[in-house]
């Protein structure tokens, strides 16, 4: 059975960081593509970064760059995203997305506030 369990939302003042995980179990992790995906209240669910399965190919949505990095380890099944200088427009919930041609999998998501 797979599983993605995304940890380490909270809230945080502007300015402030956060570092997501995503554990991965269930799958040859080494092999997916990762995706970090936000849902803001009343908006639908948008893409923020991607990594290839190996590691090595990052991608990121204008709105991030420059302020979020994502990462991952595949010897522990774990992809990451660091999230730096954060704004109030970056309060949403933070899922990952693991991909590999027609199978995609979800976590439930964490939670990430912006307040002051």
């Known amino acids: 059975q797979v599983s993605l369990v995304e940890s380490g939302g909270g809230l945080v003042q502007p300015g402030g960081s956060l570092r997501l995980s995503c554990a991965a179990s269930g799958l040859l992790f080494s092999t997916y593509d990762v995706n970090w995906y936000r849902q803001a209240p009343g908006k639908d669910r948008e893409f923020v970064a991607r990594?290839?399965?190996?590691?090595?190919?990052?991608v990121y949505d204008d709105s991030v760059k420059g302020r979020f990095t994502i990462s991952r380890d595949n010897a522990k099944n774990t992809a990451y995203l660091q999230l730096n200088n954060l704004q109030i427009r970056d309060t949403a919930v933070y899922f990952c997305n693991a991909w590999l041609a027609r199978l995609d999998y979800w976590g439930q998501g964490t939670q990430v506030t912006v307040s002051a």
């Open positions: 990594i290839n399965s190996a590691g090595d190919i990052t």
